[in-house]
């Protein structure tokens, strides 16, 4: 009966999300694009933006040739540069009271995925200043427009430039939790490959396995579209061909474009199609021991697959085909097979280790049952889990 409340609830959500006010941000796209930004705010009236970064945007200067454009256009800026990966409550109103307290008319959510969430809770916040981050947990909580938003990812990883969640995590109870809203889906973004160009190989590696992650948990879930299908399919292959290339050679503007590509994808993809098990587990490892996404993701995510069995050999078959390691004669079970086993290799060839440390046996209980609260009954995954299924792939994953 479980199952059937489930199934549910994901049928009426996938009808009731063809009536959502759907978008995809404003491109400015290819080397040097983030030079153009500074006009296009100045073209939209806005005199004051809030930067939301982190420590080691702004310690490097990745960002001052964006600010000198932002002086030259005469719009006026203050940075909040305090987030954290997984980022709290607490970050997201410290940056909105400096929002508030500086009259600012836009947001730009410059770094990764903990600065893009961080700067979308600041725009829930703006639009809904009478609403906690608390009460806007969830799906379709915040239903009002936001200010300006424009996303510049300095990683190809999250997505995040094209999505409609923001996650954030509660320090004091450690949980970690997504506000997932259209309203949320940034009005501009930047996918310029200069920003990732000297991003450490670890850094490279994680992000692009999170964005792989995207891709394959939308691609297997039960609510896909076409356009959902297709971006999936591209990321992937996107992914196989350049992630390796772009970890081991940073410097190939080639390999960092398309991975930016292949990110920006996979966020339109998870964003109709939503994620799954991966990382309903995965949040949980960073609001318990600030396991960075990416890195979570890659490691649980062929453990995941294999649990799930035959109902995925369909989708991670054609997806081995795809990317051309499969044979003529194979069956479908043998080409899933070797698909887990290529993400496996990838995993292997860019330094993911393929165990968590730290795993504490008793929290394992608690996490899963937070797993499975965040999952059930939203994820239209291929295989509604219960509590064993959980403990069990906790238990896998622990080093």
Request: hydrophobic share 40%.
């Amino acid at each position: 009966m479980y199952k059937l409340y489930c199934r549910t609830y994901q049928r009426m959500m996938r009808m009731a999300s063809a009536f959502l006010p759907w978008r995809k941000p404003e491109l400015l796209a290819g080397e040097n694009s983030l030079s153009k930004l500074p006009e296009l705010i100045k073209s939209k009236n806005i005199e004051s933006v809030l930067i939301v970064s982190d420590k080691g945007i702004t310690s490097i200067g990745l960002m001052d040739g964006f600010l000198e454009g932002l002086r030259n256009e005469g719009v006026n800026f203050v940075i909040y540069d305090k987030t954290v990966p997984n980022p709290t409550i607490e970050n997201i109103e410290e940056a909105y009271q400096m929002y508030k307290t500086n009259y600012c008319q836009g947001i730009v959510a410059f770094g990764g995925g903990s600065p893009m969430d961080c700067a979308k809770g600041v725009g829930a916040r703006a639009a809904r200043p009478n609403k906690t981050i608390q009460h806007m947990k969830g799906v379709l909580k915040v239903m009002k427009k936001l200010p300006p938003l424009f996303a510049i990812p300095t990683t190809a990883g999250t997505g995040s430039e094209a999505t409609l969640a923001a996650v954030v995590t509660n320090s004091d109870t450690h949980e970690k939790y997504a506000i997932m809203d259209t309203s949320l889906i940034p009005h501009y973004a930047v996918l310029d490959p200069l920003l990732t160009v000297n991003l450490p190989p670890h850094i490279t590696a994680t992000t692009g396995l999170d964005a792989l992650t995207h891709a394959i948990e939308a691609y297997i879930g039960k609510s896909n579209t076409k356009e959902t299908i297709q971006c999936s399919q591209e990321a992937v292959k996107l992914i196989f061909e350049n992630l390796y290339e772009a970890y081991s050679n940073g410097s190939n503007i080639t390999a960092r474009t398309n991975m930016q590509r292949a990110a920006y994808l996979a966020g339109i993809a998870f964003s109709r199609a939503y994620v799954g098990n991966v990382h309903a587990i995965a949040h949980t490892l960073g609001g318990f021991y600030s396991v960075p996404h990416g890195l979570a993701n890659a490691i649980i995510l062929p453990y995941v697959l294999e649990y799930y069995g035959g109902s995925v050999y369909k989708p991670l078959a054609d997806l081995a085909d795809l990317i051309g390691i499969s044979e003529q004669d194979d069956t479908k079970e043998q080409k899933a097979k070797k698909f887990i086993h290529a993400i496996k290799q990838l995993n292997d060839r860019t330094g993911i280790p393929k165990k968590v440390d730290g795993i504490l046996v008793e929290d394992i209980p608690l996490m899963a049952e937070r797993a499975l609260k965040e999952a059930n009954p939203l994820y239209p995954v291929p295989n509604i889990l219960f509590k064993e299924d959980m403990l069990y792939l906790y238990n896998a994953i622990k080093a």
